[in-house]
């Protein structure tokens, strides 16, 4: 996508085109598997634009995928915690 929209808008723009289509898709995706509330949807759309500028910046996709696979395991971590408190 990146590639495509910067032959037409230019390197900034393309960017930050990409970034946002990407992380509505992103979100958009995680809709699908389970309902989300505004808050839900606003914090996964920061965690993508977040996922987009260490692409960026680094020019690896494994970055995003590093910092996706961290994101999940703290959060399956945090919920194995709460569970051993009850």
């Known amino acids: 996508m990146y590639r ?3 032959r037409k808008l230019g390197q900034v723009a393309a960017a930050v085109t990409a970034g946002l289509l990407n992380s509505a898709a992103f979100v958009a995706i ?5 309902p989300l509330s505004l808050a839900g949807a606003l914090q996964l759309f ?3 634009l977040t996922a987009v500028v260490l692409v960026f910046l680094t020019g690896r996709v494994s970055s995003a995928i590093i910092m996706h696979l961290t994101y999940n395991a703290l959060y399956l971590i945090l919920i194995a915690f709460g569970l051993m408190l009850e």
């Open 46 to 48: 920061l965690f993508s």
């Open 30 to 34: 995680h809709i699908v598997y389970e």
């Open 4 to 6: 495509i929209a910067r």
